[in-house]
T-cell receptor, first 113, second 113 residues
């Protein structure tokens, strides 16, 4: 069974631009969460989508947004990129009900220059 | 706000040694606790999931324990191997069981052949 797939794996953007990252969850999983990982802040929760609805949201500015499609695939978007947005963005999927194991993708490395 | 701490931040052991990684959390109202490993530049791999009602979980050479009332968990690795070298992260979910995990900063383990 295929794991969580994230695209692109690596990208470089210029400050002020926007970026869209994509995540395909494990087949059958309805919950998709997004995390930002940086050396200084560690892993921080961005948001979670379940059945196309945002179910939880972390403490990030409105420049960070996401959505989920009917096939459970998810995208996250960051607008007006700042240097501090450089990070590894990780997507995770689970069945969605409480207590299930959460599975992570390999991540998308974003560098903002 | 939940805070998760992992000590030590880094650990080096000779191959074959048994070792214990520690995780503590400030709010005991958790739904579950999960241990992950992360290899350099990679995503997270789930190792063990302990529900709040459980005391421990075992998988192969790994054993994780949970003492919810004291806000502590340990990950015991038996007969360590060089392939165990990675960063180990613990994460807790809040009492609702929502998929927004609070992560520790990790313990970087090096097993010396």
């Amino acid at each position: 069974k295929a794991g969580v797939t994230q695209t692109p794996r690596y990208l470089i953007k210029t400050r002020g631009q926007q970026v869209t990252l994509s995540c395909s969850p494990i087949s059958g999983h309805r919950s998709v969460s997004w995390y930002q990982q940086t050396p200084g802040q560690g892993l921080q929760f961005l948001f979670e989508y379940f059945s196309e609805t945002q179910r939880n949201k972390g403490n990030f500015p409105g420049r960070f947004s996401g959505r989920q499609f009917s096939n459970s695939r998810s995208e996250m978007n960051v607008s007006t990129l700042e240097l501090g947005d450089s990070a590894l963005y990780l997507c995770a999927s689970s069945l969605g009900t409480a207590g299930n194991t959460i599975y992570f993708g390999e991540g998308s490395w974003l560098t903002v220059v | 706000k939940q805070e998760v701490t992992q000590i030590p931040a880094a650990l080096s052991v000779p191959e074959g040694e048994n070792l214990v990684l520690n995780c503590s959390f400030t709010d005991s109202a958790i739904y579950n606790l999960q241990w992950f490993r992360q290899d350099p530049g990679k995503g997270l791999t789930s190792l063990l999931l302990i529900q709040s009602s459980q005391r421990e979980q075992t998988s192969g050479r790994l054993n994780a324990s949970l003492d919810k009332s004291s806000g502590r968990s340990t990950l015991y690795i038996a007969a360590s191997q060089p392939g165990d070298s990675a960063t180990y992260l613990c994460a807790v979910s809040d009492v609702t069981g929502a998929n927004n995990l609070f992560f520790g900063t990790g313990t970087r383990l090096t097993v010396i052949p």
